[in-house]
Nanobody
Framework: EVQLVESGGGLVQAGGSLRLSCAAS????????IGWFRQAPGKEREGVSC????????YCAESVKGRFSISSDNAKNTVYLQMNSLKPEDTAVYYC????????????????????WGQGTQVTVSS
């Protein structure tokens, strides 16, 4: 059974940092691309970042470039999203997602590109 479990969310003041984790099981981790998405109330789900475990390529939304970084520990089947200089507009539920089909160009940021999803973890940034 495929499982993606997010952790690390919480309440933080603006300017602070959080590290989210996405622990994966039930599939060959090295073959998948893992993405991070977020969804704020009343807004569409948006792609934040992605890492392709097969070739190491990473992708990042313009809104978080320079503040967020993605990494993967293949030995632990875990992908991390390091979030620094957090802003109130980063407040959302953060989800990780996985696809075995790879990502190209802007496909990494589209939710329909992903097969499996976690339950999400809440990130709240206070001003």
């Amino acid at each position: 059974e495929v499982q993606l479990v997010e952790s690390g969310g919480g309440l933080v003041q603006a300017g602070g940092s959080l590290r989210l984790s996405c622990a994966a099981s039930g599939f060959t981790f090295d073959d998948y691309a893992i993405g991070w998405f977020r969804q704020a109330p009343g807004k569409e789900r948006e792609g934040v970042s992605c890492i392709s475990n097969s070739d190491g390529n990473t992708y990042c939304a313009e809104s978080v470039k320079g503040r967020f970084s993605i990494s993967s520990d293949n030995a632990k089947n875990t992908v991390y999203l390091q979030m620094n200089s957090l802003k109130p507009e980063d407040t959302a539920v953060y989800y990780c997602a996985a696809t075995p089909f790879g990502v190209r160009g802007s496909s990494w940021s589209r939710p329909v590109s992903y097969y499996y999803w976690g339950q999400g973890t809440q990130v709240t940034v206070s001003s």
